[in-house]
Structure formats: structure tokens, C-alpha cells
């Protein structure tokens, strides 16, 4: 393995991680054929293992080490103090690895649903903790692919990344336009959409049916306001986690965790 060493944080050989912390990569989507950052020798060894082709690494040069062992092919490892790196990056590489990888296209929402007896429908959640939060969670609990409406936060972001500890690579996602109609398309896939909201009306999730937890479809909005009443109306169940002690919501990634659980739950005791 060849490293290369950065003295410059302005050199143009790591332009890929140059001021990760702009606003607007916080909110838009790589194109495509667009590139991704993964944070910390665990993630990117995942994103490796799922198939995405690295571009570059960049790293502590007292951690160059850690990578030994990897086959970085033509993409190059740079090496810097840590100094160099926070003057680049904008913010302290505590781990102390990054690598640029490009991104694949996407499926399309129909080859998710085609693949998948359970999936997630995110509505406009726009907080990347959540969403790398969301994935790990569903990735962990039964949940077989993820559908995002059009102003849904980039999975792929740096912080989704790190908060999902990777799993984002392991879970297929799309997607779901037009936004709500393509709702419709999720119901004639042959699954249920239950959307999650606090109404006092709604169906306490475990109550939910078997027939329902079968093909489930969990819709759920983004934290504070949460869907929308377009969203609930194109749903086919409102439901609902019964709290205590007058507290009303969860966090979303919180409530989402118990929701895949509960629907999943005679999975777990089969």
C-alpha cells in the first residue's frame, strides 16, 4: 500500500473531503453517480464489503497502519497530522479515518418493494442522527428495504453513515415519488401501510393483525412534526405506541425501533 503524505489542507488531491460541514451537503442529495464520505475504520470497511469502489482514504498518519491489511487497489491513502485533517474536514477526525467512495445507483422503488416482505416509508425526516439511527435499527429488526419521499435527509450522508454504524450499506433503499400518491404503488405491491402518529384515535401497533404484519409497510414522519395529513390519509391504519406517565411521543428513531419490534414480534418467537 502506497500513502501519500498531506502537508497543504488546501491540497487539491483531497478535495473529496474539504469542508464536510457545509449546510448544504447537510441537506442535498449527491447526484447518482455522485460520491459519499465514510467516518472510522468500521464503516468503511463495511461500505468495502457491500461492493462500493473507494475513491480515496484519507488518515491520521499514526493510524496508517489499520489499513494495512486492506486492498485499496488504484485509490490512493493520504496521510496527514490531525492538525491537517480538522483544517481540511472542518471538524475533528476522532477516528481518524476517512475514505470517498462513489455511489451506486439507486433501485428503484418497485425492485425494493419486489424484494421485501416488510418495509419503512420515511416522510421528510430531514435529521441525519435520526436517519442513520432509523437504518441501524430496521437493519437489526426485520425490516427488508426503505423508502424515502423526496425530501427525506441523504442516507448516505457523512453522519447517517457514522450513526448507522454502516448499515446503510446493508439496507436497500429508494426513493418514493410522486409524494403521497406513490403510496398507492406500496399498496398494490400487496403491502399495508400503517402509519405511526400519537392521534388518540389511532390503533395501539399491537393490536395490529396478523394479516397486517404480514406485508406491514411502517410510515413514519419526521421528528416534532411528524406526517403530514396528506401522508395519514393515503395510509391504510394510523397506529399508535401506548405511552405512560403522560408523555405523548418517542424520539423518532426511538418509536421506530419499537415499532419494528412489535412488528415483528411473533418472528422472534417463532
Known sequence: MSVHEITDPDDDRIADYRALTDVELRTRWEPPH???IAEGELVLRRALRAGYP???????AKRVDQLADLDTGDAPVYAATPDVLQRATGFHVHRGVLASFHRRPLPTAAEVLDAARRVLILEDVNNHT??????????????DGVLLSPSCADPLYRRSVRVSMGEVFAMPYAKLEPWPAGLDQVRQAGFTVLAMTPAPDAVPIQRVTAEQR????????AEGPGLTAAAQSASDVRVVIPMRRGVDSLNVAAAAAV???ELGRDDQLA
Open 34 to 36: 455522485g460520491l459519499f
Open 54 to 60: 473507494a475513491r480515496s482514504y484519507l488518515v491520521d
Open 130 to 143: 435520526n436517519l442513520g439511527a432509523i437504518f441501524r435499527g430496521a437493519a437489526a429488526l426485520g425490516i
Open 214 to 221: 404480514e406485508r406491514a409497510a411502517l410510515l413514519l414522519g
Open 259 to 261: 415499532a419494528f419490534w
